[in-house]
């Protein structure tokens, strides 16, 4: 038997930055710091979320989809020409990278719902449940279509390949943004394909994971009891669903919601005085079925802010950082330094408490 | 001293040359702009010691014998992993899973400690590793520990966690623990007890400590004044009839 064998490391990389006087910033300092972990991915996935990239069409619900074949886009072309008003359509520009020989068909679209509500499918549903309904409805039912991105002014480009080819290949550099996730993957127990790649979104809610979400089973079963179809093979995208109902459709704050999904152990709870006991057993037997299980860190973007978060022991990294008006979440400090040489502060977020970061208003 | 500029330089590349020149017989190097590179010293024989500058990546000085490694800055995670000898001191703060396995030297860490430090350590005769940080360490301290010493110092206490975090010593079945300050017991695994430092306890941190102190330019008689608890397992064996009743 052979020893002579070279180890690969397993271990997403994460990295997250947002500038909270939303000053726009180009995707090239991302892709460095994540570009700095790629040994933490294998190639087999590397995506980026990026808030406030589409100014011209912030009205405008921006969809990314990709296409397995040309029978998928013209299906989905039907569909959305009869329920939404479609501003642009054009192929998602990219470029010709060597390591990336096979991609699928990618356009994106700056659409909103018809205005005559009678007009389109489930005429009741009001314009955020509708996109969530034509996600569903493309992802579950056109074979070989996926929507990637389906927020307003922010974009997601993720794909199969390492984060410095994903990133030439949709030129991230070229846009901006003033809050932006990147992730690199090492798959371990789901399959590396385009649509696994991270970051997960629906409406403009976007995740990238470190981990696995051993709950996935019940979260999934959970999700369908609400509407939401699980289709990209993969446990992170229970997440994304799981902001979209905690917090848009239940009206939970973002810091309850975390502490839904990430919360404390029953022996903490039996410690906490009567108030706070009382309000963390509701939270727990409410929305026992959307506790994460399973070691994770997790960043969370959404138009208003950036959430970093991990497990309620800690199986994964995570370091943040502020420098002036930005703060900096990522897998490894080096990764940080790598674009913010000098923070002002840096320090590792304990254990099931989240760092929660808002735009300022 | 041999001085490398490490920036941009690949781990794998770093590395290699490291070794190169120790197999030449180099006894000091400088790595200059260090960011993130992996696996800094692992494997690595000899006296040697080797000063780096900048924040080095994860899995450093896993399987060192003998170097001697001095980190100006702070460090990452799993520092030490099955250590055998020689020395880490860091400057700043570390991360988790520090001196996972480890079973001989010394890790010195002037700040805080993350997570699961001093998983697994063990100890045999003369063979006993060593971890002192300055600062407070996260859940999990001493996890599974089979043998060695940890000593926690809180010098600054500069915010209101407990020095430990949840968990301590869980599972622990060899080797001590000390605290500088007081430990609670409902923090603590159910196979540990918290006892008061005899004399010849005093004795060994004061050797311990003494070194510590020299590394980071600390006053002893300052660290020493402060009221020490000792952690130990209360059976070497705690699982021994779990399977076998």
Known sequence: MSHNFQKDISGCGLIGIINKDRTRISGSFVTKSLCLMRDRGNG????????????????????????????????????LKKNYYIEKKEPMPTAPVEGIKIHPILY??????????????????????????????????????????????????????????????????????YIWTGHTRFPTNTPGWWGGAHPFTLLDWSIVHNGEISSYGINK??????????????????????????????????????????????KNVDTMHDEEKEAMTALRVIYGSALLNGPFSILFGHKNGLVGFNDRIKLRPLVAA???????????ESAIREICPSPEKIWSPRAGEPVIVELES | MLTIDAKGVYYRELNQKVREVVSKGEKEILLK?????????????????????????????????????IIKANAQDNIGNTMNSGKVVVHGNAGDVLGYGMRGG????????????????????????????????????????????????????????????????????GGTIFIRGNVDKGLCGAEVSIHEPIKDDIAVLKGYLAEYCADFNLNLSDV??????????????????LYAY
């Open chain 1, 108 to 177: 994106r679209y700056f659409v909103k719902p018809l205005s005559e509500k009678a007009e389109r499918e489930s005429a009741e549903l009001e314009d955020d449940d509708f996109v969530v309904k034509t996600v569903m409805k493309i992802n579950s039912e056109i074979d070989g279509a996926y929507v990637f991105s389906s927020g307003k002014d922010m974009a997601v480009f993720k794909g199969v390949g390492m984060p410095g080819e994903i990133a030439r290949f949709f030129r991230i550099d070229e846009y901006e943004g």
């Open chain 1, 322 to 332: 502020t420098k002036g008006k930005t703060v900096y979440m990522a897998s490894e």
């Open chain 2, 106 to 173: 010394k890790l010195h860490i002037r700040g805080d400690v993350g997570y699961r430090v001093g998983i697994h350590m063990k100890g045999y005769k003369k063979q006993i590793p060593v971890i002192i940080a300055g600062g407070k360490a996260g859940d999990f301290f001493g996890e599974y520990m089979a043998g060695g010493v940890l000593i926690l110092l809180n010098l600054d206490n500069r915010d209101d966690r407990h020095i430990t975090g949840d968990y301590l010593g869980t599972g622990m079945h």
């Open chain 2, 224 to 241: 020493m004044s402060g009221c020490f608890k000792k952690i130990i397992p209360t059976s070497l064996r705690p699982y021994g009839n």
């Open chain 1, 221 to 266: 079963r959970y999700l369908e009891m609400y509407g939401y179809k699980l289709t990209l093979l993969t446990d992170t995208e229970v997440v994304a669903y799981l902001f979209d109902l905690l917090v848009r459709r239940h009206g939970l704050d973002v810091l309850t919601a975390c502490t839904a999904l990430a919360a404390p152990f029953w």
């Open chain 2, 33 to 69: 702009n260090v960011n993130g590179q992996y696996y800094i010293g692992d494997g690595l024989q000899g006296d040697v010691k080797i000063t780096i500058e900048g924040v080095p990546g994860n899995d450093l000085a896993a399987f060192m014998d003998g170097p001697t490694i």
């Open chain 1, 44 to 79: 087999l996935g590397a995506g980026y979320a990026a808030y406030g990239v589409y100014p011209k069409y912030k009205d405008l619900y921006a969809f990314h989809i990709m296409y397995d074949e040309p029978s998928a886009q013209r299906d989905t072309e039907e569909y």
